[in-house]
């Protein structure tokens, strides 16, 4: 199995915005942890990472992976542009947030994402990726 992880804007600032938010890895030493955990599960992992939205849809839209491990940052609180591509691609879609977007700011509250991705994990940092990979292999039904 391949999976993409796919990190959208500001996640190249891991490590240095608000650690006790995020925590103190980067975004290198995430997506470390997550290629030596997915190995661990035989699958391949595919990290890509893009402050740009349209970016991050062209990437949505070629991607030949079996899934995608999505965390799109601030744009999931109003990119209809993402949900959208989303919303048509035949790759199943795990959203995942570090923090839990539910009890912080008014704004987070809203995600348009939510209702086209086919599972959501929040709020466990780094161990909402590991959550969403053991998704993608069967873990979490």
Same mark, same amino acid.
Request: aromatic fraction near 8%.
């Given at each position: 199995?391949?999976?993409? *992880?796919?990190?959208g ?13 995020? &925590? ?10 997550? $290629? ?8 391949? %992992?595919?990290? $890509? ?19 995608? %491990?999505f965390?799109? &940052? ?22 995942? =947030? ?5 009890? $912080?700011?008014?704004?987070? =509250? ?9 599972? $959501?994990?929040?709020?466990k &940092? *780094? ?10 292999? &069967?873990?979490?039904?």
């Open positions: 199995m391949k999976l993409l *992880i796919l990190n804007v500001n996640l190249n600032m891991l490590g240095k915005r608000n650690p006790e938010l995020y &925590g103190s890895d980067t975004l290198s030493e995430l997506e470390n942890k997550l $290629r030596s955990y997915a190995a661990t599960q035989n699958v391949e %992992i595919y990290c $890509r990472h893009s402050n740009s939205e349209g970016e991050l849809v062209d990437i949505l839209q070629q991607t030949s992976c079996d899934g995608v %491990i965390n799109a &940052g601030a744009y999931s609180h109003y990119s209809y542009a993402l949900r959208d591509c989303i919303e048509c691609i035949d790759v199943p879609v795990a959203e995942v =947030h570090m923090t839990d977007i539910m009890k $912080r700011e008014a704004f987070r =509250h809203v995600d348009v994402l939510a209702d086209v991705c086919a599972a $959501r994990f929040v709020g &940092g *780094i161990q909402s990726y590991i959550d969403a990979v053991d998704f993608f292999v &069967g873990k979490h039904r």
